[in-house]
């Protein structure tokens, strides 16, 4: 079964420093990975997603993520942190063709992001 | 086309009432979702349909929960008897068949609160 941790629920950061949210996954078949971003009261917006294509995936407004197998990772990362980055976070993984559930999402619990001036 | 459209954006009832939400998907998408989110958690997969048919309930959609996707377009989300438990924001996306979660567009999400 499918699984995503995300260690950190918490994470501050000064304005202008770099952003690291750290994502693993457990997954049986070679999976596909999201990242979602939630503003409050807002819906989720995907930020990047991996599958199976390269492994540094670039997404929007400056994030990135690498896939790393070994590590069975998929850590966020954005050079400079920017006021409008203060949200809620979500790693995701799809069990999408590995004969269980078509097409779901299993989320992270998510990890807040605060950005301080 | 607007993207996902989900009504009413806040929903306050009070216990034992039922309740009932609508989501309006992408109009070529034929793959609609529900997920739940409550608070200091992550979304968590109810359903979804494939044009009308239902092809996938999870175990959290308990015999109070009914959902319904009639003639493939917006689809209905119901609560019976409602519990404080239920309280959430119930998140629907939508997605193109051949494309699943990799296609999705979500809403902004009903927030019900059961007082």
């Known amino acids: 079964a499918q699984s995503v941790t995300q260690l950190d629920s918490h994470v501050s950061v000064s304005e202008g420093t770099p952003v690291l949210l750290r994502c693993n996954y457990s997954?049986?078949?070679?999976?596909?990975l999201f990242w979602y971003v939630q503003h409050p009261n807002k819906g989720l917006q995907l930020l990047l997603k991996?599958?199976?294509?390269?492994?540094l995936v670039k997404g929007i407004n400056g994030f990135e993520a690498e896939f790393k197998k070994s590590e069975t990772s998929f850590h966020l990362t954005k050079p400079s942190a920017h006021m409008s980055d203060a949200a809620e976070y979500f790693c995701?993984?799809?069990?999408?063709?590995?004969?269980?559930?078509?097409?779901?999402?299993?989320f992270g619990k998510g990890t807040k992001l605060s950005v301080k001036p | 086309d607007t993207g996902v459209s989900q009504n009413p954006r806040h929903k306050i009832t009070k216990r034992g009432q039922n309740v009932t939400f609508r989501c309006d998907p992408i109009?070529?998408?034929?793959?609609l979702y529900w997920y739940r989110q409550t608070l200091g958690q992550g979304p968590e997969f109810l359903t979804y349909?494939?044009?009308?048919?239902?092809?996938?309930k999870s175990r959290l959609l308990s015999d109070r929960f009914s959902a319904e996707r009639p003639k493939g377009s917006f689809s209905t989300l119901e609560i019976q008897r409602t519990e404080q438990g239920d309280s959430a924001m119930y998140l629907c996306?939508?997605?193109?068949?051949?494309?699943?979660?990799?296609?999705?567009?979500f809403g902004s999400g009903t927030r019900l609160t059961v007082v």
């Open positions: 996306a939508s997605s193109a068949r051949d494309r699943g979660p990799r296609g999705y567009t």
């Open positions: 997954s049986s078949y070679s999976p596909s």
């Open positions: 991996y599958t199976s294509a390269a492994t």
């Open positions: 995701a993984v799809s069990g999408e063709g590995n004969g269980g559930s078509q097409g779901n999402l299993i």
């Open positions: 109009s070529e998408h034929n793959r």
């Open positions: 349909f494939q044009n009308e048919a239902q092809l996938e």
